[in-house]
């Protein structure tokens, strides 16, 4: 027989803050003991707390890298292309 799931176990989710910079790897967010980090809570942990982490090497966070903006497609066009030509 299948064993039942608790639904909160699956659905569980970092912070949004700190869902944006990272994401869980390898287990779910929820409070574990992890042995040379202590007690931590991935579902309430805060952005701070998360970087520190991070810095020492903490194996469950991995770092988001963000797409970069292709500068190309941006132009820095006046509202108006007519300003400044004077009226004839």
Same mark, same amino acid.
Do not use: C, H, Q, W
């Given at each position: ?32 003991? &992890? *042995?040379? &980090? ?15 982490? &991070?810095?020492?090497?903490?194996? &469950? ?20 292309? *007519? ?6």
């Amino acid at each position: 027989m299948a064993k039942k799931i608790d639904k909160k176990i699956l659905e569980s989710k970092l912070p949004a803050k700190v869902a944006e910079k990272y994401k869980v790897v390898t287990i779910r967010p929820a409070r574990y003991n &992890f *042995n040379g &980090f202590g007690e931590i809570d991935l579902r309430t942990i805060s952005l701070n707390k998360a970087d520190e982490l &991070f810095d020492k090497e903490f194996p &469950f966070l991995k770092l988001i890298k963000k797409a970069e903006t292709d500068s190309t497609t941006k132009t820095n066009k006046p509202a108006n292309e *007519n300003v400044g030509k004077g009226a004839s």
